[in-house]
């Protein structure tokens, strides 16, 4: 019959694992791994917001883990509970780091968009300053409101920047 394994006797091995996980650059290394896929692996965004120093500096590094830890479930960002403290403190602090200038060409741009060239509809507006474009992530559509009657929606994938991005 096998011996009991006593914790102290796993200590040396759990510790030799979990540090396996924190060598130089892991925050990086954990972003392109858990966040990229959405956020891009140059976090300039792609179905998610970008994670840019200068769009996190009104957030402190304690919302930061604390969005990475629970998630923000309307906006379809996962939860990342399974992560220790310390991993997500590392994609936060590579987050906080200085990032290249990122820059676009005008080809860039317009090889990024398309112009809707589809029929255009009278949506019955009577009052413009009455109408609110709402963005419905969780149902993958954007609505147009006037007041609270939905005069239209359309897909999500037909909108580029916006509110969530800026």
Same mark, same amino acid.
């Given at each position: 019959?096998?011996?009991?394994?006593?914790?102290?006797?796993?200590?040396?091995?759990?510790? #030799?694992?979990?540090? %396996?996980?924190?060598?130089?650059?892991?925050?990086?290394?954990?972003?392109?791994?858990?966040?990229?896929?959405?956020?891009?692996? =140059?976090?300039? *965004?792609?179905?998610?917001?970008? #994670?840019?120093?200068?769009?996190?500096?009104?957030?402190?590094?304690?919302?930061?883990?604390?969005?990475?830890? +629970?998630?923000?479930?309307?906006?379809?960002?996962?939860?990342?509970?399974?992560?220790?403290?310390?991993? $997500?403190? +590392?994609? !936060?602090?590579?987050?906080?780091?200085?990032?290249?200038?990122?820059?676009?060409?005008?080809?860039?741009?317009?090889?990024?968009?398309? +112009?809707?060239?589809?029929? %255009?509809? =009278?949506?019955? !507006?009577?009052?413009?300053? &009455?109408?609110?474009?709402? $963005?419905?992530? *969780?149902?993958?559509?954007?609505?147009? #409101?006037?007041?609270?009657?939905?005069?239209?929606?359309?897909? #999500?994938? &037909?909108?580029?920047?916006?509110? +969530?991005?800026?």
């Amino acid at each position: 019959m096998a011996s009991p394994i006593s914790p102290r006797s796993l200590a040396p091995s759990l510790l #030799l694992f979990f540090s %396996s996980f924190s060598t130089a650059g892991s925050g990086e290394s954990l972003y392109l791994k858990h966040c990229a896929q959405c956020h891009h692996e =140059d976090r300039i *965004g792609r179905t998610a917001p970008p #994670l840019l120093p200068e769009f996190l500096k009104k957030k402190s590094s304690k919302e930061l883990t604390r969005i990475i830890k +629970e998630g923000i479930p309307s906006s379809g960002m996962p939860p990342f509970d399974f992560l220790p403290d310390k991993l $997500i403190g +590392e994609i !936060v602090e590579y987050l906080r780091s200085p990032h290249d200038s990122v820059s676009f060409t005008l080809r860039d741009v317009r090889s990024s968009r398309s +112009e809707w060239d589809g029929p %255009s509809k =009278d949506l019955g !507006v009577k009052d413009i300053r &009455n109408v609110t474009v709402l $963005i419905d992530k *969780g149902g993958g559509r954007v609505l147009v #409101l006037e007041g609270s009657r939905v005069l239209d929606t359309f897909p #999500l994938r &037909n909108v580029h920047g916006g509110v +969530e991005f800026s």
